[in-house]
């Protein structure tokens, strides 16, 4: 571009003077904004470098927009917006940091608490002298022991499975009574043992679409809970309907209810109320609510001092 405009000088010069000298000062006013721009877009690109490399060492919070116009401009707008997805990413990457160094945590106290009795209880039956009936006990007390350490594993397992995201939940269509009948089939003698009542009432016809065996354990637990909380003679009940949005399927008791500090917690792994058994986990309950809201289901809890809880589950209809 600028070889044209010397030649085009230089020919202006041979016509006329004045055009030559006039076609100089363009050419010389067009070199120096070419190397004001060139010098100014240099400016601008170092600012950006030295932005990418605060960026780099975690500055996210650096803004460079302005509402100019022009490529400069609308690249400074893209990096923003990268900015601010990094800094999403870093934040959650920060949350699941300290999610798993409490888990590690809680899963360390849970596995102490069994381990520590157990390591007891053998040295205690290592005496040659120890009466029949206390080794006896020990020997139960271990097996009891054992079978809670296994649980809790297969929990684990079962949880980190769903949060990785690793278990493909089948869409089959399920028959709500046939669902609840499945999940407390294995309740019943611990029912019958603290001499409670279960009743169970809804529309036969009630149906969703979700994985039979996963949402039969969601529902599992939340009896199991119930049971765990309900005093001896007390009353669980089971209803279930369907609307044109959703299936519904609630779980009640009579027990003592949950402490209103309690409440919003009760869904969180590990996390163990006021009211909770000595020898409860905390794991049964976050492991329905991740199973039920991975099938797009959701549940919600209502309890009140000394008049029971409820647990309502909703499994919503897929829009076609």
Known sequence: MTTVWIIGTIVCSFFDIIAGITAFSALLFMIIISLYFTKWRY????????????????????????????????????????TVTLSEQAELLKKDKVFLADSISDISHQLKTPLTSMSIMTDLMSDPDLPPDKRLEFTQNI???????????????????????????????????????????HLLIPIEIKEQTLEITGDENAQFVGDFNWSSEAVTNIVKNCIEHTPVGGRITIDFHETSLYTMVQVADNGGGIDKNDLPYIFNRFYKGKNAKKESIGIGLAMSKSILENQGGTIETKSAKNTGTQFTIKMYKSVV
């Open 43 to 82: 400016k601008e690109i170092e600012k950006l470098s030295l932005y990418l490399k605060r960026i780099a060492g975690g500055e996210y919070s650096l803004d460079l927009r302005d509402n100019d116009e022009g490529e400069l401009s609308i690249l400074k707008s893209e990096i923003y917006k990268v």
């Open 143 to 185: 097996r009891s022991q054992l079978e809670r350490l296994q649980w809790l594993v297969t929990s684990l397992l079962k949880l980190s499975k769903i949060d990785a995201g690793t278990i493909e939940f089948k869409k089959e269509h399920i028959n709500v009574k046939q669902l609840i009948r499945k999940a407390t089939e």
